[in-house]
């Protein structure tokens, strides 16, 4: 059997419960017999079914999983959270094969997946399409192995590099990209976990970050607020989201509410280390950056990133302030008469 082409099928429908699953990753699989698919399913949300099982309830015929192979991104679990273990469920429905896409470095799972379906007499085939897995996977495999979020740094610019014009007169956003552009970052907001500004961007811009132009879920948002002048009405203290203020010193007039949590780190060292620890306090997956220069620099400058996405608008300002630099290899996209530059830090 062609076991590129499934496990391909596998990340194709793994991509619908991006943003859903947290904090389990969102895996595809997929079930085949005698080259025709018979079943598939995706993570449902926390505390519903892994793909695993989701694909074995969606076969009519449970009698072909006899003979059939199921496909997935990710190694089966083969311990009991809040589902029991789909290594089990594999062996009870007496699968044939299972092809895996790459290992779940999670300690809990770490090969004991395999380990419990080879005892079973399952053949089990591993590494198919392993680094397209991976990175699907990516926000999961960040926290399991580097402790921290997965960080993605979004800007938008213009096409002489400036991120803001000198002066503005109004307390809102000056778009720089298309609305299709803006659409895209609403898209990527629906994804990812959580979002963070700086202080200087709440003045200049009084952001809601949340999703309206897309479907899905507002991010957790993050603010820096070293200290505490933030605007009691601003739109990132209404409470309608959980909202993370990282300060220098609590104020004691400042009430932890359900939804608004002040956390004390030092600004004068290694600031996006520290925001990182609260972030994995917190149990934040990923994290967007989409503060003003200073808060992507100081990201940039701990190297503590993994994607960059700069979306280049069709404009000039001639004078403004300056866009951050990433000195690495970049990929384009088109989005009309914008263009969308994509970093990777390796």
Known sequence: MNHELYIKRCLQIAKNGLGTTRPNPSVGAVIVHQNKIIGEGFTSPCGGNHAEVNAINSVHNKELLKEATIYVTLEPCSHFGKTPPC??????????????????????????????????????????????????????????????????????ETKDGFVAPI?????????????????????????????????????ADNPKLNVRSWFGENPVRVVLDRTLRIFENASVLDGSVKTIVLTSKIS????????????????????????????????IQSLIVEGGTQTLHTFINENLWDEALVFVGNNSFGDGVRSPEIKKNYTEENILKDVLKIYKND
């Not at 395999?114 to 990516?138: D, P, S, T, Y």
């Open 167 to 203: 002066s503005k007169t109004e307390n809102k956003p000056v778009f720089i990209s298309n609305t299709y552009s803006q659409q895209r970052v609403h898209k990527l907001r629906s994804k990812e976990h959580a979002i963070l500004v700086g202080t200087n961007t709440v003045f």
């Open 252 to 283: 004691k007039d400042k009430e932890q509410r359900e939804k608004l949590i002040f956390e004390e780190i030092d600004f004068s060292t290694n600031v996006a280390s520290q925001i990182c620890l609260v972030l994995q306090k917190h149990n």
């Open 87 to 156: 290594a089990d469920l594999i062996v009870k429905n007496k699968l044939e094969q299972v092809v895996i896409g790459c290992l779940d470095s999670n300690s809990l799972v770490a090969g004991k997946g395999i380990k419990r379906l080879e005892q079973a007499n399952i053949k089990v085939v591993v590494g198919v399409l392993e680094n397209e897995c991976r990175m699907h996977h990516k926000r999961f495999f960040t926290v399991q192995e580097k402790k921290r979020p997965y960080i993605i740094l979004k800007w938008a």
